[in-house]
């Protein structure tokens, strides 16, 4: 069974602090890694990672993935209270398998102070 | 605009009724799924689609039913046979083709059962 960890479930900061937020998975055929925002409501897409090593970046926001050590981190620097949110990673396997389906970590719920 | 609409927004039933939850996308994807979503958890796949008349069983499908008569419609019914239905059900869409197929959802529909 496919299984995809994140930690921490919860993080609180100061605005302007950087967080790091981490995802661990174990799953058969691994195709790709994607991290979503959710503010509420629907999740929104931020990245998806499919090359190990190489950098993903947005604004504040960027990820990287390690396909060796099965793991992923999504980096936000100088942290504005417009980040708070919970932080969802969800693996993908190949399509050969099951599709374009995801399997979800716990999320992380990161609230950012001012 | 393009994008997935789910309605109702909040619906509140009784113990015992089945109820019905719809999905529309205009953004032309193949692919359609039902997630569900409780307090502090993450996503957790109830059903998917991959292509009209066609659908999988994710992985909590007990007590739920779906159909794929349109390819921009995925209605979830959720029945009485569901032991615990008040959650939070997001659905999404995707390509189901290219390496650009992340999916978006819909705003979610939050189910009571009283």
């Known amino acids: 069974e496919d299984k995809v960890v994140q930690s921490p479930l919860s993080l609180v900061v100061h605005e302007g602090d950087t967080v790091t937020l981490n995802c661990s998975y174990e799953?058969?055929?691994?195709?790709?890694l994607l991290w979503y925002k959710q503010e509420k409501k629907a999740p929104t897409f931020l990245f998806m990672l499919t090359s190990s090593g190489i950098e993903k970046k947005s604004g504040r926001l960027s990820s990287i993935l390690d396909k060796k050590e099965l793991f992923s981190i999504l980096n936000i620097t100088a942290t504005q209270t417009g980040d708070s949110a919970v932080y969802l990673c969800?693996?993908?396997?190949?399509?050969?398998?099951?599709?374009?389906?995801?399997?979800f970590g716990e999320g992380t719920q990161l609230t950012v102070n001012p | 605009d393009g994008g997935i609409t789910q309605s109702p927004k909040y619906l509140f039933r009784k113990e015992g009724q089945n109820v019905t939850l719809s999905c529309e996308q205009n953004?032309?994807?193949?692919?359609m799924y039902w997630y569900r979503q409780d307090p502090g958890q993450g996503l957790r796949l109830i059903y998917y689609?991959?292509?009209?008349?066609?659908?999988q069983k994710g992985d909590i499908a007990e007590g739920y039913s779906v159909s794929r008569e349109k390819k921009e419609s995925f209605p979830l019914t959720v029945t009485s046979a569901q032991k615990n239905p008040t959650a939070f059900y997001l659905c999404?869409?995707?390509?189901?083709?290219?390496?650009?197929?992340?999916?978006?959802f819909g705003p979610g529909t939050r189910l009571t059962v009283l």
């Open positions: 999404a869409s995707s390509r189901t083709s290219g390496d650009y197929n992340e999916q978006f």
């Open positions: 953004l032309n994807h193949d692919a």
């Open positions: 799953v058969t055929n691994f195709r790709s």
């Open positions: 969800a693996s993908r396997p190949s399509r050969e398998t099951s599709g374009s389906r995801l399997t």
């Open positions: 689609s991959q292509i009209v008349n066609d659908f």
